[in-house]
């Protein structure tokens, strides 16, 4: 089985010490990426570690399919106990600096400890330098890659960093790569701002002698030459269909339409397009680099979970708009999904949809956590009853665009998915749209056989996080290329993708989830009994009835808290 190469590089950021530790065993069972991480924080971080104390352990990794030059391959893993939902959480991200990392020669670098001054750390192939920043505090995510490039001549496909929101430790912070590349969801960015490390860069010149078969070359050309939407308009292509089927939450979930869609849908925002994006290595070129001339608004997006977050979530009907949220949220470091549907939460609250002046207001305010912004700052599980709105989270994890009331088994897939109501964790909504060939379409009601269907797509997500390839390969990475281009049967990959998911849900239990979190808060509008459909994943994952994996998953000693505390 084809795996990513190299030692693991552990950091500790309270004594300013490195060491490398051979973790050969772990990659050849694990692949890379979101797997390794898995195995590795499963077996060194302690199962009680505060997410914001200096026990909790950041893992960044990449995978064999970043020393392929092939498209759907430029993307990085970080994991870590997130801040947001209390469980181990898993976000990758696109853009350049996966292969500066594999040129230091470790397959994964863990930060561990937290510093009393603030840091950068520069991670080459001779080892670490801890450099102290303390002119960075507070500073935005485009003001620390200008000192980074000014100083050590390192652009921002070298580095990977937090903004304000990250220091402040906004329980949806995000840590940024690529200037408006995120490891978006469950607030890994406040896991680096506890620590305080500002930013880390990587660059080397390791070169890995790995080959690969045929195939790669035909999975680049046929990205190349694919006449996807995608390449147009991303996945805010989705947007129209979306509301189409009444599957576009608007005015903070109390709609499934939006009747101002067609000032942010797909062709909205290719209007604003005006150049092609791309990630390292990659012909399919799906980024959306907009401007706006009038206003002079530019940054990269919105993409379709953005425009549903910031857009028919609020209430808002002119991507302009949306685009200047996005911006906003990259220049400060926060996940998009959960900043704007928190913030919708509020304007749900006050009665103020639409108003965009105040919109724009209140991210600055929950990066910097003034005023209201500190009762945001804590997303929408901690703050709901405070400002009088429905709990829309699933373990403290608020619900991604994909309407689970209107596509059951998505609605299924973020009731079981343990990181929370994340669209990525299985991507069943794409069967049920469809957005896959008829053939293996799924009906959107209902739940009769979606349970395992659910677990073997976790499996495959599960798998490409390994790898790491892109959840957009999806019409061109069929099972046999995996076979060729991982070197091992697919059923043995999924297998691998099983065995991550397994670990995670172990993770979790000994950190006190049970059955009793995976709920949704409108299971009134799911067709079919959804407690039978549970109960069904849990069997074919070989879990108990509560929920919990047998003999990993048991709490030990004190080791187990409430599920988010």
Not at 504 to 532: H, S, V
Request: a negative charge; hydrophobic letters at 35%; glycine letters at 10%.
């Amino acid at each position: 089985m084809r795996h990513a190469r190299g030692p693991l590089l552990s950091i500790d950021v309270t004594t300013r010490t490195s060491a490398t530790h051979d973790v050969e065993d772990v990659l050849s069972s694990f692949i890379g990426g979101r797997g390794v991480a898995t195995k590795l924080a499963f077996d060194r971080l302690p199962f009680d570690a505060d997410p914001l104390g200096p026990a909790n352990r950041l893992y960044l990794s990449t995978g064999p399919m970043q020393y392929a030059t092939t498209s759907f391959t430029g993307r990085m893993n970080a994991t870590a106990i997130s801040p947001l939902t209390g469980g181990i959480a898993s976000s990758n991200a696109g853009g350049f600096v996966s292969r500066h990392f594999t040129a230091t020669g470790h397959s994964v670098l863990e930060i561990t400890g937290a510093s009393d001054e603030l840091l950068v750390l520069h991670v080459t192939d001779d080892g670490v330098e801890f450099e102290a920043v303390p002119d960075l505090e507070g500073a935005t995510v485009p003001e620390v890659n200008a000192y980074l490039e000014s100083t050590h001549d390192l652009g921002h496909d070298h580095v990977a960093c937090i903004g304000p929101a990250g220091e402040n430790l906004v329980r949806f912070a995000s840590i940024m790569t690529s200037e408006s590349r995120a490891f978006g969801r469950g607030g890994l960015g406040a896991v680096l701002g506890a620590k305080n490390v500002k930013a880390i860069t990587v660059d080397g010149d390791v070169e890995h002698d790995v080959s690969f078969p045929d195939e790669a070359t035909d999975v680049h050309r046929e990205a190349a030459t694919s006449d996807s939407v995608m390449k147009r308009q991303g996945t805010a292509s989705v947007t129209a269909l979306a509301n189409e089927v009444e599957g576009l939450p608007s005015y903070y979930w109390s709609e499934r339409q939006f009747e101002g869609v067609e000032g942010i849908d797909g062709d909205a925002v290719e209007e604003k397009k005006y150049k092609t994006g791309t990630c390292s290595q990659c012909a399919f070129a799906c980024k959306l680099p907009t401007r706006d001339e009038a206003t002079g608004v530019e940054t990269e997006g919105p993409e379709f979970e953005t425009i549903f977050a910031f857009g028919s979530n609020q209430g808002i009907d002119d991507v302009v708009d949306v685009m200047q949220s996005n911006e906003l949220c990259d220049v400060y470091g926060l996940d998009t999904i959960s900043c704007g549907n928190t913030i919708a939460a509020y304007l749900a609250a006050e009665d103020e949809f639409g108003n965009v002046d105040l919109i724009h207001d209140l991210v600055e305010r929950v990066a910097h956590r003034e005023g209201v912004g500190d009762t945001l700052a804590e997303g929408i599980a901690r703050c709901h009853d405070e400002l009088g709105v429905t709990d829309y989270t699933v373990k403290n994890l608020d619900f991604a665009a994909h309407e689970g009331r209107t596509l059951h088994g998505q609605g299924l897939a973020y009731a079981v998915a343990n990181r929370g109501g994340d669209h990525m964790y299985s991507t069943f909504y794409a069967w049920e749209y469809p957005l896959v060939d008829s053939a293996e379409a799924v009906p959107m009601s209902g739940l009769e056989g979606k349970a395992p269907a659910v677990a073997r797509q976790e499996n495959a997500r599960a798998l490409e996080d390994c790898g790491i390839v892109c959840r957009f390969s999806r019409s061109i990475m069929n099972p046999d290329r995996f076979e060729a281009l991982f070197d091992a049967d697919h059923e043995e990959l999924l297998e691998v993708g099983a065995r991550v998911v397994e670990l995670e849900r172990a993770f979790n239990n000994r950190r006190g989830f049970t059955a009793a979190d995976d709920d949704l808060p409108y299971r009134e509008y799911i067709e079919g009994d959804l407690d039978a459909a549970i109960r069904e994943y849990y069997d074919v994952r070989g879990w108990r009835a509560d929920g919990v994996v047998p003999d990993l998953g048991e709490p030990v000693g004190d080791q187990a808290s409430a599920a988010g505390d």
